[in-house]
């Protein structure tokens, strides 16, 4: 007798309109290439020309917004930024500046430096937006000062010079001038922001009609490891290629322009190139963001996208899980978040595949669709995207394949394939640096990224690539076993979720793996059932939370697969990475280098024996 079997229901995927552009892959001399078939369309040669097209088009539609004192938005539309860029981009040639002296802005995002980056753009002077950490977390401002000695910038701007007070005196050139918004440095004569709108445009349409492709729009620094941090060259055909890449990659943002909810930090690529970039090409809106994923400052984050609901949103993954957790008891929250956003993109990590089934989960439970969360590569050097998933496989990892007008090529470098790209969106190369540009290039003017790439199917190639890690990270245990770590990192934070920040993998040139963890404090507090005034050390040395990495240690252990994967021992980190000792960048990503170099003796007691912390595979 038959059974009668009761399918699962098909989860709806919400419609969204990508694009899947054709991929040729074929091998020579050895080598991979991997290149997009479907030509890139025509793009503007400049930047900014999107924002007078969009003065026309829609003069009064909301470009950018921030909330105000009063918690009220203040709005400006693309007519009044490309009046105000005008006036910004007269004032700052008014006073000398150019590639060789730029705008250098020390703040974050906010709606004066905004106008003033489109201001230098239309202008054709170079702007350099530098972390806020550098100013305001940092107690040495020595970073701060090499990126000033590389840039001699001939204008610094800073939007509280209270706050930014000791760092400007610390690095303030004797003849670059100080633009405040508000609040001033003591011995230091200062311009207010409102005085660049008070000039009347002369020869600045002279100046913008100048500015062509090869102008440099803006220098965006590296986060730096133990060398000292490079300042790409990103140019208006670097930004607008890109620009059309996405917009062919995503082509529902021609039909419906996206409004964002946004504060991934404009000194990062994907948040000043690639997310401003999508409203300002597209005639969208962007709301400034003044929240971001920290227990403090979420809740801003949180009562912007309770009232603006977003087409498309953006963030780090620890983002993405702090927003889960809290739709899981806020419904209104979750019913406006889900309304209309379309797609996701995860920036500066691989989102995990636990979190990633959470998101997904929400949004199924809220709208009855499944949300497309997509995955690609991207790199300040390339300013940023080059490859997209949009086609039938969505999982962790998957990075896709090359964007219209991106070249991939695939070369051998141990074990890996390391990926070079080529377009009209990759950088002529760093700052006053020749031989770090030399080195950046290989012979047929690839850019060589150190990123690991592997085909997900190697009978079908066409299918595009699996992120396999950073070729620099990777090490040999003192066996000889080759240890890969982004791979292994990316499986250690999906299992440990959600009581892991990140991980930094040790053990080169030792006989087994081990860990640095750094913990997701709330998490553990929560886990230890300690109170709010238990230590940091005491939450982490409860046996509750010592039992939980006991048990992910020995199930992470019981799959592995061989030595490569089998970790031996780790370490819990109550210090959290350093973004003095660039350990951490402003935008969550760990430094793994830094980190190892940093924590080398407690490296070494990770391994000895004498730190009874130390948590030991069974």
Known sequence: MNQARTAAPEVRRRPVKLGNPEIAAYQADGLWHVDAVTPLGDFPPRFTDRLESGAIAHPERTLVARRGADGEWIRLSYAEVLERARRIGQSLLDRGLSAERPLLILSGNDLEH??????????????????????LVATDYGKLAELVSQLTPGALYASDGNAFARAISAVMPSDAELILAHGEVAGQRATPFSALLDVEPTSVEAAHDKVNAQTIA????????????????TTHGMLSSNQQMLLQTFPFMGEEPPVLVDWLPWNHTFGGSHNVGIVLYNGGTLYIDDGKPTPRDFGATLRNLAEIAPTMYFNIPKGFEMLTDAMATDKQLSATFFSRVKLFLCAGAGLSQAAWDRLDAAGIAESGESIRIITGLGMTETSPSCTFGTGSIIKAGYVGVPAPGCKVKLVPSGDKLEARFHGPHVTPGYWRAPDLTAAAFDEDGYYCT?????????????????FDGRIAEDFKLSTGTFVS?????????????????????????????GLLVFPRLEHCQTLSGLGDGASVEQVLASAPVRERFQSLLNRLNADASGSSMRIDRLLLQAEPPSIDHREMTDKGSINQAAVLTRRAAIVASLYEGTDPNVIIAA
């Open 485 to 513: 770590v982004g791979p292994l990192r990316a499986r250690v934070i999906s299992a440990a979720a959600p009581h892991v920040l990140d991980v930094v993998v040790t053990g080169i040139d030792r006989n087994a793996i």
């Open 218 to 233: 803006k220098f965006l620094f590296t986060s730096g490891s133990t060398k000292k941090p490079k300042a790409v060259i």
């Open 450 to 466: 150190g990123d690991a790439l592997r085909f997900v199917d190697p009978d079908h190639r066409e299918l595009g690539f699996m």
């Open 114 to 135: 905004f106008q003033l980056a489109l201001g230098a753009m239309y202008a054709g002077i170079p702007y350099a937006p530098v972390s806020p950490s550098y100013s």
